[in-house]
């Protein structure tokens, strides 16, 4: 076998919280690590931070335009967003986004988060012990942030949970889930069609209050879409992982429910120790050039562990361990790196800093109602996480 052939999808397996140890070795032995897909392409995998870091944030040198993806032979259409676009567009659409991520215009938000992860507490107490928290808690919050964020009518909002949360059910197949998100995106465009003849108080109506003339309703749905992939699937994650371990681990959940500010060092050292986004978004070499000590050619891809960096030993001791008490962690990459560093990360920050204090606090018995083995971490996936969170609290059942 070759060293092609080894490890094709080693970028994205785990062993409970952790990556595979044989990305490990790979970071250790060949941090510029070849990999075979069909059509004779070979595609580099970097893995150590430093190497990470110079990838993500150099646009000069290495590309995000989706156009290269179309040149692999994807025949999917163009998915919009900041994600696949280099500047100038890049920077073009970023500006308009950019002021309604400050901490200032996101305070805003707070309250309604608080009121939001009351709300649902508030149900799982209803509904009484023993849940599945994904399905009851983690998957519901960001979407309904997200609604709060772009200002989807209240009354739309059920209809839109349930569009936001079936485009990552892979369990009726991939046709099911495309067809979610092309009835997510004709929603959103419908949706923007309303807010530019009727500006709401949300980030539609302000871009097309503000902005209207130069943004076009598919520009503005497709950036639109792009917060919901991009601020969905994550921050559902990052609740079921780092309930889980907060679930594992009692003296920090005790902390959490303890120490005002404290959840701040463990939302970072848990983004950093989960990282949910195994890999960033695609760069392509924009030409032929020697990269850590490998010819890379023209039009070749690069994908970024970012797992494998955020777990890079040259940050320190004990990198595969989560600590939050270690110095600052504010450093890793979980949210990528440069111009395409995630515009939401503020937002996602705020939801784990309301949810994890709030859910233990209002349940401080809570427990896991599966043994640990149990629990069904997901496979081979861009997005790691849960595919549920059986949990109880109260008297324990014969």
Same mark, same amino acid.
């Given at each position: 076998?070759?060293?092609?052939?080894?490890?094709?999808?080693?970028?994205?397996?785990?062993?409970?919280?952790?990556?595979?140890?044989?990305?490990?070795?790979?970071?250790?032995?060949?941090?510029?690590?070849?990999?075979?897909?069909?059509?004779?392409?070979?595609?580099?995998?970097?893995?150590?931070?430093?190497?990470?870091? !110079?990838?993500?944030?150099?646009?000069?040198?290495?590309?995000?335009?989706?156009?290269?993806?179309?040149?692999?032979?994807?025949?999917?259409?163009?998915?919009?967003?900041?994600?696949?676009?280099?500047?100038?567009?890049?920077?073009?659409?970023?500006?308009?986004?950019?002021?309604?991520?400050?901490?200032?215009?996101?305070?805003?938000? !707070?309250?309604?988060?608080?009121?939001?992860? !009351?709300?649902?507490?508030?149900?799982?107490?209803?509904?009484?012990?023993?849940?599945?928290?994904?399905?009851?808690?983690?998957?519901?919050?960001?979407?309904?942030?997200?609604?709060?964020?772009?200002?989807?009518?209240?009354?739309?909002?059920?209809? *839109?949970?349930?569009?936001?949360?079936?485009?990552?059910? *892979?369990?009726?197949?991939?046709?099911?889930?495309?067809?979610?998100?092309?009835?997510?995106?004709?929603?959103?465009?419908?949706?923007?069609?309303?807010?530019?003849?009727?500006?709401?108080?949300?980030?539609?109506?302000?871009?097309?209050?503000? %902005?209207?003339?130069?943004?076009?309703?598919?520009?503005?749905?497709?950036?639109?879409?792009?917060?919901?992939?991009?601020? %969905?699937?994550?921050?559902?994650?990052?609740?079921?992982?780092?309930?889980?371990?907060?679930?594992?681990?009692?003296?920090?959940?005790?902390?959490?429910?303890?120490?005002?500010?404290?959840?701040?060092?463990?939302?970072?050292?848990?983004?950093?120790?989960?990282?949910?986004?195994?890999?960033? *978004?695609?760069? *392509?070499?924009?030409?032929?050039?020697?990269?850590?000590?490998?010819?890379?050619?023209?039009?070749?891809?690069?994908?970024?562990?970012?797992?494998?960096?955020?777990?890079?030993?040259?940050?320190?001791?004990?990198?595969?361990?989560?600590?939050?008490?270690?110095?600052?962690?504010?450093? %890793?990459?979980?949210?990528? %790196?440069?111009?395409?560093?995630?515009?939401?990360?503020?937002?996602?920050?705020?939801?784990?800093?309301?949810?994890?204090?709030?859910?233990?606090?209002?349940?401080?018995?809570?427990?896991?109602?599966?043994?640990?083995?149990?629990?069904?971490?997901?496979?081979?996936?861009?997005?790691?996480?849960?595919?549920?969170?059986?949990?109880?609290?109260?008297?324990?059942?014969?």
């Amino acid at each position: 076998m070759s060293v092609e052939d080894e490890f094709p999808l080693v970028q994205f397996m785990r062993e409970n919280f952790d990556p595979v140890g044989e990305l490990a070795r790979i970071r250790a032995e060949q941090p510029m690590f070849p990999m075979a897909i069909p059509g004779d392409q070979t595609v580099w995998l970097v893995t150590r931070y430093e190497d990470v870091r !110079e990838v993500l944030g150099d646009h000069e040198r290495f590309s995000n335009d989706f156009g290269n993806i179309i040149g692999l032979g994807s025949n999917q259409d163009d998915p919009g967003g900041l994600g696949f676009r280099d500047p100038p567009e890049h920077t073009r659409l970023r500006k308009y986004l950019t002021p309604e991520f400050t901490m200032r215009r996101l305070r805003r938000l !707070e309250p309604r988060i608080e009121a939001m992860v !009351e709300e649902y507490l508030d149900r799982m107490e209803k509904d009484g012990s023993p849940i599945d928290l994904v399905q009851s808690f983690c998957l519901p919050i960001p979407s309904l942030v997200v609604c709060e964020l772009l200002g989807v009518p209240y009354e739309e909002r059920k209809d *839109f949970l349930r569009l936001s949360t079936n485009r990552f059910d *892979f369990s009726a197949g991939p046709e099911a889930s495309i067809q979610a998100v092309n009835d997510a995106m004709a929603y959103l465009t419908d949706l923007v069609a309303r807010e530019r003849q009727n500006p709401g108080d949300g980030l539609l109506g302000t871009l097309l209050r503000e %902005h209207g003339d130069e943004l076009d309703d598919r520009t503005l749905a497709s950036m639109a879409d792009g917060l919901l992939t991009g601020g %969905h699937d994550t921050s559902t994650s990052m609740l079921a992982l780092g309930t889980l371990w907060l679930l594992e681990n009692p003296a920090e959940a005790a902390k959490v429910r303890e120490r005002e500010g404290y959840i701040t060092e463990v939302v970072e050292e848990l983004l950093r120790y989960m990282t949910v986004v195994q890999v960033a *978004f695609p760069r *392509f070499a924009r030409e032929d050039m020697e990269f850590l000590g490998q010819k890379v050619t023209k039009g070749q891809m690069l994908l970024c562990s970012l797992s494998a960096a955020n777990r890079d030993p040259a940050l320190g001791e004990g990198m595969d361990k989560a600590r939050p008490e270690r110095p600052a962690s504010s450093s %890793h990459l979980a949210f990528g %790196h440069g111009i395409h560093r995630c515009i939401g990360a503020p937002l996602a920050q705020m939801e784990m800093r309301v949810a994890f204090p709030a859910l233990l606090r209002r349940f401080p018995d809570l427990r896991l109602d599966v043994p640990f083995d149990e629990v069904p971490f997901r496979k081979l996936a861009i997005v790691y996480g849960l595919d549920a969170l059986p949990v109880a609290w109260g008297p324990r059942q014969a």
